[in-house]
């Protein structure tokens, strides 16, 4: 597979296409600088999962992702907010759902949806969870993350029925996943 998330994707009837800087692509690509190889108006839906935070120079991408969509074509992209550093190389950012809708409000973009990962104990969980995975899980270990899961998701629950707004989870944003159209 060319990306973990190729396996999302069905490409029976559709002609996908990937760009990475690595070389395990279709066209490699330097989004911190270079242009996409595409035409103007010539893309229908682009995807952009957890890559944002590791680009620098940010607008370009944007622009770039706009500049070769089609008049009403679709990009489907998600960050990671309370998330562990992860520089894969580099990790630069952390957005807030207000940030990328200025950032894309301010090319052209039209925000169609937006949805979270979030929760106060799904964040400890994630962190707990990090944590373990940076040393080989034993039997023990992976037991123990299980035991923790089930108690943060009766964390985030009981705080869900305590609090009727869910305000206190809604705080706790692990990813934002966005959907705009150009």
């Not at 229908?44 to 370009?60: Q, S």
Request: glycine share 4%.
């Amino acid at each position: 597979l060319k990306s973990t998330y190729m396996r999302f994707i069905d490409n029976k009837d559709n002609q996908v296409i990937t760009v990475d800087i690595s070389d395990n692509c279709d066209f490699k690509c330097n989004l911190e600088m270079e242009k996409l190889p595409f035409e103007d108006n010539s893309v229908e839906i682009i995807f952009c999962f957890n890559v944002l935070e590791h680009i620098y120079n940010h607008k370009n991408v944007i622009n770039e992702v706009y500049r070769v969509l089609k008049p009403n074509g679709k990009f489907y992209m998600s960050v990671p907010f309370l998330l562990n550093k992860h520089a894969d190389p580099y990790d630069f950012y952390r957005y807030t759902d207000t940030t990328l809708d200025r950032l894309h409000n301010e090319v052209g973009f039209k925000k169609l949806n937006q949805n979270t990962l979030h929760g106060a104990g799904k964040v400890a969980h994630q962190t707990l969870s990090w944590i373990y995975s940076n040393g080989k899980l034993s039997i023990v270990g992976k037991f123990i993350n299980i035991i923790f899961g089930l108690f943060f998701t009766a964390l985030d629950k009981t705080l869900n029925y305590f609090n009727h707004t869910k305000k206190i989870n809604k705080a706790f944003v692990i990813t934002y996943f966005m959907e705009y159209q150009k």
